[in-house]
């Protein structure tokens, strides 16, 4: 009997190295691990005093277990409302349109109260043709720098030749029931929502990384505040335009309020959520692989396909119970 080899790797703009096995990614590992003692970049040079001195009174086991689950599951946000700014257009009457219907159903879970509302995502494998389209909407979507990536395609190849397969397995945030990144925060930057979406507060984070080696799955990336033009005669000006996330804006060259010098992650595209918009992995996707709903509406699509029997979970022996699941 021949030993079946399996290769796997991560497509481009991923940065963390899984492996998967029969049970799903194993051993994810993000290259930020080992890169703990980076210096910080110059445009975070502001906040390098305060930020050592909170990481050293951050190690106590006093302030470890400050936070309880039940205060951070209701920390306030003022992007939990969903405000249009405008009245949407009515959707076109399009029978077995799936991305249709989806974008109705949304519109429809955005009139409940945000803790009545439970999103998910359903990736289906057997569509998945390994084009990084999702990757890309990502990257452009929410202003990602070199080295930030929130859904890479994972790339498997089994067998031996000529009988050989390939599997592409796009990984975003999990969003989980019970997310390890959570408890492990110091300063309580990670929360989670009501409506079960998992948030950084960039404010409040201090960049220890913790949450980048407590997840499980490799889904957060460090911003070290690097530039895709850098080393060029001149930073193009596309590349400082703020991204807006959690409900505002983030601009990169605010040293008080900026993504860089902490982690991040996928959020589910909150901000297109809250204007009536579905993800931008979910719109792009030219398989029609991705699936996005309220798993707290009977009559949803992604409820339907989470009932189906070929649902599969990455690593879920772990407890976390991700929100995010796969049709295999």
């Not at 494998?125 to 084009?131: N, Q």
């Not at 982690?263 to 959520?273: G, I, N, P, S």
Request: net charge positive; with cysteine; proline share 10%.
């Amino acid at each position: 009997m021949r030993r079946r080899k399996t290769l796997v790797r991560v497509a481009a703009f991923g940065d963390a190295d899984c492996r998967i096995g029969p049970g799903g990614v194993r051993g994810a590992t993000s290259p930020m691990e080992n890169d703990v003692k980076t210096p910080p970049p110059a445009s975070a040079a502001v906040r390098t005093a305060s930020r050592r001195a909170l990481l050293k009174w951050a190690g106590t086991a006093t302030v470890a277990g400050a936070a309880s689950a039940a205060t951070l599951a209701t920390r306030p946000n003022p992007a939990h409302a969903a405000v249009f700014a405008a009245p949407l257009p009515p959707l076109p009457d399009a029978p077995g349109n799936a991305l249709l219907r989806m974008q109705g159903e949304l519109r429809r879970a955005m009139e409940k109260p945000i803790a009545e509302r439970r999103w998910a995502m359903g990736i289906d494998l057997r569509k998945c043709i390994g084009c990084s389209a999702c990757t890309i909407a990502c990257v452009a979507e929410n202003k990602l720098p070199p080295g930030v990536v929130y859904r890479p395609v994972i790339e498997e190849t089994s067998g031996e030749y000529p009988h050989v397969t390939r599997r592409f397995t796009p990984r975003p945030c999990m969003q989980c029931e019970e997310p390890p990144c959570v408890p492990v925060c110091p300063v309580s930057a990670t929360y989670k929502r009501p409506d079960g979406v998992v948030e950084i507060d960039y404010k409040a984070c201090i960049g220890c990384r913790y949450c980048i080696t407590a997840c499980p799955y490799g889904a957060r990336t460090f911003d070290a505040g690097e530039y895709y033009t850098s080393g060029t005669p001149r930073r193009q000006p596309y590349e400082e335009q703020p991204s807006h996330e959690y409900g505002r804006s983030w601009a990169r060259t605010d040293d008080k309020a900026s993504p860089i010098g902490n982690a991040r992650k996928c959020h589910f595209c909150v901000h297109r959520l809250e204007a009536g918009m579905l993800p931008a992995c979910v719109t792009t996707c030219i398989g029609n692989a991705t699936f996005f709903g309220d798993m707290n509406d009977p009559q949803s699509l992604i409820h339907e396909l989470a009932g189906r029997p070929n649902v599969m979970r990455l690593k879920e022996e772990l407890g976390t119970k991700p929100r995010v699941f796969y049709l295999t």
